[in-house]
Nanobody
Framework: QVQLVESGGGLVQPGGSLRLSCAGS????????MSWYRQAPGKERELVAA????????NYADSVKGRFTISRDNAKNTVYLQMNSLKPDDTAVYYC??????????WGQGTQVTVSS
């Protein structure tokens, strides 16, 4: 059974940091590119950061460049999103996504991030 389980969300003050984790199981994690998306209330889901299967390619939304870092540990079947200098506009449900070369796609259930004083 394929699973992607996010963790690490919560409430943080503006300027603070959080690290999200997404643990995969039931599929060949190292063969999949991994991404983080987010969806704020009333808005469409948007790409935050993406990382290739080998970790050699990354892509970030302009709004998070220089603040967020995506990384992966294939030995632990886990992808991370380090989020620094958080802003209220970063408030959203954050989802991880796995995709392989033949477009098999899996999504996690999401984790809430709230940035507020």
């Amino acid at each position: 059974q394929v699973q992607l389980v996010e963790s690490g969300g919560g409430l943080v003050q503006p300027g603070g940091s959080l690290r999200l984790s997404c643990a995969g199981s039931g599929f060949s994690f190292s063969s999949y590119s991994m991404s983080w998306y987010r969806q704020a209330p009333g808005k469409e889901r948007e790409l935050v950061a993406a990382l290739s299967s080998t970790g050699g390619y990354t892509n970030y939304a302009d709004s998070v460049k220089g603040r967020f870092t995506i990384s992966r540990d294939n030995a632990k079947n886990t992808v991370y999103l380090q989020m620094n200098s958080l802003k209220p506009d970063d408030t959203a449900v954050y989802y991880c996504k796995a995709r392989n070369s033949v477009d098999h796609v899996y999504w996690g259930q999401g984790t809430q991030v709230t940035v507020s004083s």
